[in-house]
């Protein structure tokens, strides 16, 4: 079911809901829904959306294309079996090693989340987790929970770092968004090359204010012409910070 959480469109899918101290979120994946729409997908902060892709773990699908493996949690989670309240910093591990191998397990027991990038704990319940080959539906109550004994912030938490995050979607087919985060004010540059290092598109050349950023390359160059499918590269340089991305153009 769709909650205050998906309140934004996709071209302006970095704008996050806040949160308030006691607000609880109901988020419900239906058994067999498409995992990469976003009505599926749990977007909690701006790199953490956990989702499940058929009979797979949740995963976050922000970061990844799959289930995460051996890492056997969300990228950027961290899950204990009580209430945040009740845990100590030890008790945080992967959401595989939470519930051994059985996350039915979990139904009806308050567990809690630790987003580490962020320094937020939520408190949830899972009232389903099932599925086949083709399913991976999941539901929960989320609420966000403020534990004095494990050094809260009461504030979202931004990185004090300059970030490029993944594309997403990807591979994609004709749109894809490029989302990134300025720690501070910056000249910003952001070009698409292809793999053969042949520059391809100039999609930002501005100096841009501190903060979460969104920009969509709709896969033409510079000229205004669509290339062809393949591998290109993504690149921002914002002050000194530089980084490069793959992503995947399909037709």
């Known amino acids: 079911m769709k909650q205050k959480l998906f309140l ?28 990469t729409l976003q009505e599926n997908q749990d977007r909690i902060t ?25 890492a056997g949690s969300p990228i950027g989670t961290l899950w204990a079996g009580s209430s945040a309240a009740e845990a100590e910093s030890g008790d945080f ?82 749109v894809t968004s490029l989302s990134y985060y300025l720690f501070e004010e910056s000249y910003v540059s952001i070009t ?12 930002v050349n501005q100096n841009q204010n501190s903060g979460s950023k969104s920009v969509q390359w709709d896969a033409t160059n510079n000229q205004g012409e669509l290339v062809s499918a393949g591998v290109y590269l993504y690149k921002i340089e914002a002050g000194e910070f530089s980084q490069t991305k793959k992503m995947i153009l399909l037709k």
């Open 192 to 203: 698409i090359y292809d793999m053969l290092g042949n520059l391809v598109n100039n999609l």
């Open 93 to 174: 591990t992967s959401f595989l090693n939470l519930h051994g191998g059985n996350p039915q397990s979990l139904i009806n027991d308050t567990i809690s989340l630790y987003l580490e990038e962020y320094g937020r704990y939520f408190d949830l319940v899972f009232s389903s987790f099932s599925g086949g080959n083709s399913g991976g539906g999941f539901s929960y109550t989320r609420e966000e929970v403020f534990p004095d004994h494990l050094g809260f912030s009461n504030t979202i938490n931004t990185p004090e770092t300059f970030r490029l995050h993944q594309n997403y979607p990807n591979p994609f087919n004709p």
């Open 8 to 35: 934004f469109s996709i071209t302006s899918f970095l704008i996050l809901p806040v949160f308030l101290q006691g607000e609880v979120i109901v988020f419900t994946k239906q058994d067999s829904a498409d995992w």
């Open 46 to 70: 701006e790199t953490v959306w956990i989702t499940r892709k058929h009979n797979q773990n949740i995963f976050n699908i922000a970061q990844e294309t799959g289930y995460s493996g051996n």
